[in-house]
């Protein structure tokens, strides 16, 4: 299992097995949340970028998985035992999950791909 400040460095999407619901709460409350990742265009425009909890919520697709989970109470879910794990309860939920496996790996790299100036 990675931790939270693995996610700072790693460039490769991780195994399945090295991430959970907890270990992406908990670097998004560490880095990302407190981050402001700023562009700078050709055109001279300046766009700063921010993470909220329910930015999270939506760049892993937990809305398509389960849409019962609230965006506002996402991070309250986790801490309430939300996990991966917990999709796999019926088939709906599984089906949902498989077709976002790799979006949810990805995530892993966020930090990497939002620190690159090319994205």
Not at 11 to 38: C, G, N, V
Not at 68 to 85: A, H, M, Q, V
Request: proline fraction near 2%.
């Amino acid at each position: 299992m990675l931790h939270s400040n693995d996610l700072l460095t790693i460039e490769t999407m991780p195994s399945w097995s090295d991430i959970s619901l907890a270990l992406y709460k908990e670097f998004s409350e560490q880095y990302l949340i407190p981050t402001i990742f700023r562009y700078y265009l050709e055109n001279g425009e300046i766009i700063d970028v921010r993470f909220e909890e329910w930015a999270i919520y939506h760049i892993l697709g937990i809305q398509h998985i389960n849409g019962k989970i609230s965006k506002t109470k996402f991070f309250e879910e986790i801490e309430n035992g939300l996990d991966l794990d917990s999709f796999m309860e019926n088939k709906k939920l599984k089906k949902r999950l498989n077709d976002f496996k790799h979006r949810i790996r990805m995530f892993g790299c966020i930090y990497q791909i939002m620190k690159d100036e090319k994205g």
